[in-house]
């Protein structure tokens, strides 16, 4: 009963899967994020600090639900990527007309597990993050930023870099309020700390780095009136 349960579940799997018009693109390697940013930006969607992305099989999938059901443990546990994988395919489009449906999104989420890694999956979502001032992407946000070269941050300053839009009330001009950002990043520090993904040294030195940020574009961008 158990075998065919598993193979009802890939069956279903593979169904939903060739009716999709489409499937990801994965980022080309050029378009990596540099490892410091990538550690934080892999903080904001995963608990454990290792960047590792379980592939979803049948039995994954039936492992994950009976646990739930069995333990009704006080927070989800699902498999490392899965939160990542899952947030790529919700907010990817085959077509720019086309709505996802929740059972196209939990085999896109399935697939991308099987199919791409970490690395690849933080570049995509990280296209979609809201920089402020109309940038593009985190590197030009850290050349607009910071004045630097986003390989060329330090731990502090990807931190800075991947959080400083998360306050909505500063998030078009996050340069004008440089006070709400050092909490905000040392906030995160503290998350990566407790997960694992720092070690106490890694976290004293990022959070003793002072928030420091390009002023240039201020002559470009003012800041609104209070």
């Not at 697939?111 to 920089?131: D, M, V």
Request: hydrophobic fraction near 40%; aromatic fraction near 8%.
């Amino acid at each position: 009963m158990f075998v065919g349960l598993l193979a009802a579940l890939e069956g279903w799997y593979q169904m939903t899967l060739r009716e999709l018009p489409a499937l990801p693109t994965p980022p080309d390697a050029t378009d990596l994020l540099p490892a410091n940013v990538a550690r934080v930006y892999w903080s904001l969607y995963e608990p454990g600090g290792s960047m590792t992305v379980k592939p979803m099989w049948p039995w994954t999938v039936a492992w994950t639900v009976t646990r739930i059901l069995v333990s009704k443990p006080s927070r989800m546990e699902v498999p490392p990527g899965w939160t990542l994988a899952d947030t790529v395919a919700r907010y990817w489009r085959p077509e720019a007309s086309h709505r996802t449906r929740w059972r196209e999104r939990l085999t896109v989420g399935i697939w991308l597990t099987r199919h791409w890694t970490a690395e690849e999956l933080l570049a995509f979502e990280a296209q979609r993050r809201q920089l402020g001032h109309g940038l593009r992407d985190l590197p030009e946000a850290a050349r607009h930023y910071l004045g630097k070269e986003a390989s060329d941050l330090t731990l502090a300053e990807a931190a800075l870099l991947v959080t400083m839009n998360d306050d909505p009330r500063s998030r078009k001009h996050p340069e004008c309020f440089i006070d709400r950002l050092q909490p905000i990043r040392d906030g995160r520090l503290r998350r990566m700390l407790m997960a694992g993904s720092l070690t106490p040294e890694e976290e004293a030195e990022a959070r003793a780095w002072p928030v420091v940020l390009n002023l240039e574009p201020l002559a470009r961008h003012p800041c609104p009136p209070p």
